[in-house]
């Protein structure tokens, strides 16, 4: 059974750093694509970044592009989320999630393309 546990989310102040981690578990981090998305009480869950099989590819919702970085360490079975220059609105529930359908070069933002979740770390970032 794949698990997925996020963590190092937490409170930060506005034009902070922040470093979310996705451990996976129950089965090699190379089988899977890998994203991360974003949901706010009441609201539909945003994509945020994600990254290929083959580490190669990665894609990013535009109010992120150039302030968050998605890398992925095989050896430590673990996918990270670099968050630099933090806003207000980027305070949210981050889930990762894990996809064997997609292939080796493949990016997807939709969640419907992931099989496999975390339970969510929060960030809140204050202004």
């Known amino acids: 059974q794949v698990q997925l546990v996020e963590s190092g989310g937490g409170l930060v102040q506005a034009g902070g750093s922040l470093r979310l981690s996705c451990a996976v578990s129950?089965?090699?981090?190379?089988?899977?694509?890998m994203g991360w998305f974003r949901q706010a009480p009441g609201k539909e869950r945003e994509f945020v970044a994600a990254?290929?099989?083959?580490?190669?590819?990665?894609d990013y919702a535009g109010s992120v592009k150039g302030r968050f970085t998605i890398f992925r360490d095989n050896v430590k079975n673990t996918v990270y989320l670099q968050m630099k220059s933090l806003k207000s609105e980027d305070t949210d529930v981050y889930y990762c999630a894990a996809s064997t359908r997609l292939g080796d070069f493949d990016a997807s933002r939709l969640a419907e393309e992931y099989e496999y979740w975390g339970q969510g770390t929060q960030v809140t970032v204050s202004s």
């Open positions: 129950g089965g090699a981090l190379s089988w899977y694509a």
């Open positions: 990254i290929s099989r083959s580490g190669s590819v990665a």
